[in-house]
């Protein structure tokens, strides 16, 4: 199993910039989340999918962040205009089923640093 | 609201000595999930074990066991026999089922390091 696949792996960009955050699910899993972690915050909850369905987007920080899920397989994370405060690691994660004891597995995380 | 308090920031542990990693959490839901896991510096996000709140036996997953007493609302995290490989970050995070939440809400975490 492939596990979850997330791209770029590290993104430098200039204030203002559009960024986009891709992740590949691992197949069969039909809850998709996105994390950011910061020294400051922690590991906070974005935003998560079920059946690609936006379920809860209340940890989206502002406007400028945005996600999709076209398909069972893809999830992007879209920030725009970026800002220095963006600068963190995104991590996505998926998960199969509802059960309690389902484990949210993570991908590799983008480093996202915005100057 | 749910919340998770490691109140250990780092700790420093001769190598093949057991360790204890604390946690505490508050919910007020009857079912939930707490979940560990391994962060090394490579940055990626490891679970390590899972422990229901209706669960009867502590879990345990190899080297990996937890203490978990739910009247005092702790869920800590044994590792025995530690080895130079177990240093990283350990964060300790729930899950609220009975209140529908599916996202995990994680604590601040701990640093080992494991000193050979």
């Known amino acids: 199993d492939a596990g979850v696949i997330q791209s770029p792996r590290h993104e430098v960009t200039e204030m203002g910039q559009e960024v986009t955050l891709r992740c590949k699910p691992i197949?069969?899993?039909?809850?998709l989340f996105w994390y950011r972690q910061t020294m400051m915050r922690g590991l906070e909850l974005l935003i998560y999918?079920?059946?690609?369905?936006?379920?809860?987007d209340s940890g989206m920080p502002e406007d400028r962040f945005s996600a999709k899920m076209p398909n069972a397989s893809f999830s992007t994370l879209k920030i725009q205009p970026s800002e220095p405060r963006d600068s963190a690691v995104y991590f996505c994660?998926?998960?199969?089923?509802?059960?309690?004891?389902?484990?949210?597995?993570f991908g590799p995380g983008t480093r996202l640093l915005v100057l | 609201a749910q919340k998770i308090t490691q109140t250990q920031p780092g700790m420093f542990v001769q190598e093949k000595e057991a360790v204890t990693l604390d946690c505490t959490y508050d919910?007020?839901?009857?079912?939930?999930?707490l979940f560990w896991y391994k962060q090394p510096s490579s940055g990626e996000m490891i679970f390590l074990i899972y422990?229901?709140?209706?669960?009867?036996q502590n879990a345990t997953e190899g080297r990996y066991s937890l203490n978990f007493q739910k009247a005092r609302k702790s869920a800590n995290l044994v590792i025995s026999a530690s080895q130079l490989g177990d240093s990283a970050m350990y964060f300790c995070a729930m899950r609220d089922i009975g209140g529908g939440a599916d996202g995990l809400t994680f604590g601040k975490g701990t640093h080992l390091i494991i000193q050979p």
């Open positions: 994660a998926s998960r199969e089923g509802s059960g309690s004891q389902e484990t949210q597995y």
């Open positions: 197949s069969g899993h039909d809850y």
């Open positions: 919910t007020s839901d009857p079912s939930y999930g």
């Open positions: 422990q229901g709140s209706y669960d009867q």
């Open positions: 999918f079920n059946n690609n369905v936006p379920i809860d």
